[in-house]
């Protein structure tokens, strides 16, 4: 189907006698023109010709949210700031005590060497609230919450587009305040928010200088230390779980998109309030939550005051990234662990470092110590099957072992099966 076949279709005219042969191209432009403007007249007597009015009882945004208009070269857009005190506390800790957290504990976390030699009052916390979760272009990022530490207190500053047409105003004025930072904190930003932020800034052919920045993004290793115990991992849940942070009236994610439409259509500010005040506080527990991952990182917590399966992920995490140095010391406190699956957990991965640095009688003992504990440990029996075989030749006690484990063959997968029983059947030729 040509153009013209659905420009006639859209404008709803009947086709002209003697259609589909050819004009002459001018004319044929002409009459383009002229099927385009009556589309776009249909379209104007279709949108709202102007900004919707306030209900007349509807509240100020001013009065409902501390903030002012800020007036910029590329237009206004409504901005609040706050200052959270250093010794106001936050959950569990003073203000003061969140801005200085462990920066090479950081550059451990997101494996970026250069964040060590960078300081927190560098960084530019980030969290947005939009339209709808889906990430596309139609997906508005209609406020923007930024927070960094000033000495020992926390600014929180939130840019808020009144409506679509201030966005532009927002995002520059967001590039000139990341343009004096070094990097940037989120929660799930690196999937989701510095995106969007990316696609906003392209169709406002705006720079965009969040490009490239070193980025901590506190939910992947959120997810490797705290998944274990928790329902799920939202910042919300780690707040009131591991931060000590109560919300009261808090509301919920999903309502905020709706929210927002409220307020384009009714201009009350109420509908804004509790948002902003939601993404104050994802912006300040960002700041808490980098703080007590990186006090693990660096062992400055006291283990009578952390989880003990909190430990023992991070310290699987730090065997993981090659740092045997770090891991050993939380390992070895964690074997005498009160908690039965979090000491069996630590004694299987010390038993793999002191196997490494063929540290064999500590190794047996734990495996020893894993078997009487659980006759049918696959892992236990096999580690000791093998270190019987392979070091001390002692066939015998490897063939037993092994057989242990096959006489209960129904607890056992069927790879395990396959396994063990071709480890026996080497043992028996040996034996021979």
């Given at each position: 189907?040509?153009?013209?076949?659905?420009?006639?279709?859209?404008?709803?005219?009947?086709?002209?006698?003697?259609?589909?042969?050819?004009?002459?191209?001018?004319?044929?432009?002409?009459?383009?023109?002229?099927?385009?403007?009556?589309?776009?007249?249909?379209?104007?007597?279709?949108?709202?010709?102007?900004?919707?009015?306030?209900?007349?009882?509807?509240?100020?945004?001013?009065?409902?949210?501390?903030?002012?208009?800020?007036?910029?070269?590329?237009?206004?857009?409504?901005?609040?700031?706050?200052i959270?005190?250093?010794?106001?506390?936050?959950?569990?800790?003073?203000?003061?005590?969140?801005?200085?957290?462990?920066?090479?504990?950081?550059?451990f976390?997101?494996?970026?060497?250069?964040?060590?030699?960078?300081?927190?009052?560098?960084?530019?916390?980030?969290?947005?609230?939009?339209?709808?979760?889906?990430?596309?272009?139609?997906?508005?990022p209609?406020?923007?919450?930024?927070?960094?530490?000033?000495?020992?207190?926390?600014?929180t500053?939130?840019?808020?587009?009144?409506?679509?047409?201030?966005?532009?105003?927002?995002?520059?004025?967001l590039?000139?305040?990341?343009?004096?930072?070094?990097?940037?904190?989120?929660?799930?930003?690196?999937?989701?928010?510095?995106?969007?932020?990316?696609?906003?800034?392209?169709?406002?052919?705006?720079?965009?200088?969040?490009?490239?920045?070193?980025?901590i993004?506190?939910?992947?290793?959120s997810?490797?230390?705290?998944?274990?115990?928790?329902?799920?991992?939202?910042?919300?849940?780690?707040?009131?779980?591991?931060?000590?942070?109560?919300?009261?009236?808090?509301?919920?994610?999903?309502?905020?998109?709706?929210?927002?439409?409220?307020?384009?259509?009714?201009?009350?500010?109420?509908?804004?309030?509790?948002?902003?005040?939601?993404?104050?506080?994802?912006?300040?527990?960002?700041?808490?939550?980098?703080?007590?991952?990186?006090?693990?990182?660096?062992?400055?917590?006291?283990?009578?005051?952390?989880?003990?399966?909190?430990?023992?992920?991070?310290?699987?995490?730090?065997?993981?990234?090659?740092?045997?140095?770090?891991?050993?010391?939380v390992?070895?406190?964690?074997?005498?662990?009160?908690?039965?699956?979090?000491?069996?957990?630590?004694?299987?991965?010390?038993?793999?470092?002191?196997?490494?640095?063929?540290?064999?009688?500590?190794?047996?003992?734990?495996?020893?110590?894993?078997?009487?504990?659980?006759?049918?440990d696959?892992?236990?029996?096999?580690?000791?099957?093998?270190?019987?075989?392979?070091?001390?030749?002692?066939?015998?006690?490897?063939?037993?072992?092994?057989?242990?484990?096959?006489?209960?063959?129904?607890?056992?997968?069927?790879?395990?099966?396959?396994?063990?029983?071709?480890?026996?059947?080497?043992?028996?030729?040996?034996?021979?």
């Amino acid at each position: 189907m040509s153009l013209k076949d659905r420009l006639t279709r859209l404008v709803g005219e009947a086709p002209k006698p003697g259609e589909g042969k050819a004009y002459p191209r001018q004319d044929t432009i002409r009459e383009l023109r002229a099927r385009i403007d009556t589309i776009m007249n249909r379209r104007e007597r279709i949108l709202p010709s102007k900004t919707p009015e306030a209900r007349r009882d509807a509240l100020p945004l001013e009065h409902a949210v501390a903030g002012e208009e800020v007036q910029t070269q590329h237009g206004t857009f409504f901005m609040s700031r706050n200052i959270i005190d250093a010794g106001d506390f936050y959950g569990y800790s003073r203000v003061r005590d969140l801005a200085c957290p462990s920066m090479p504990a950081a550059a451990f976390l997101t494996g970026h060497r250069p964040f060590v030699d960078m300081l927190i009052t560098d960084g530019l916390f980030l969290d947005t609230e939009t339209t709808g979760l889906s990430g596309g272009t139609g997906t508005f990022p209609f406020l923007i919450g930024l927070g960094w530490f000033e000495n020992d207190s926390f600014v929180t500053c939130q840019l808020l587009s009144r409506d679509f047409s201030e966005e532009v105003a927002a995002l520059r004025y967001l590039s000139e305040l990341a343009s004096g930072r070094q990097f940037l904190v989120t929660f799930n930003g690196k999937a989701y928010d510095i995106n969007l932020l990316a696609t906003r800034f392209i169709l406002n052919r705006s720079h965009d200088r969040l490009a490239g920045m070193p980025h901590i993004d506190l939910l992947h290793p959120s997810r490797r230390i705290f998944a274990h115990r928790l329902e799920n991992t939202r910042l919300s849940t780690i707040e009131s779980q591991i931060l000590g942070v109560r919300r009261e009236g808090d509301v919920p994610g999903f309502e905020i998109p709706q929210r927002y439409f409220d307020w384009l259509r009714q201009r009350d500010g109420m509908f804004l309030k509790d948002v902003f005040e939601h993404n104050r506080m994802d912006i300040i527990s960002m700041a808490s939550l980098l703080k007590h991952l990186t006090d693990l990182v660096e062992n400055t917590v006291e283990i009578e005051n952390c989880h003990h399966g909190d430990l023992l992920k991070l310290a699987m995490f730090l065997h993981e990234r090659g740092d045997a140095a770090r891991s050993l010391p939380v390992f070895e406190l964690l074997v005498a662990s009160p908690h039965p699956d979090v000491a069996a957990g630590a004694r299987r991965s010390l038993s793999i470092i002191y196997k490494k640095m063929r540290r064999w009688d500590d190794a047996v003992h734990l495996w020893q110590i894993l078997a009487d504990d659980q006759p049918h440990d696959i892992f236990a029996i096999e580690e000791l099957a093998k270190f019987y075989e392979h070091q001390t030749r002692e066939l015998e006690k490897a063939l037993q072992l092994v057989r242990r484990l096959l006489d209960h063959a129904p607890h056992l997968s069927q790879a395990a099966c396959i396994s063990l029983e071709y480890r026996y059947q080497r043992l028996l030729k040996k034996l021979s």
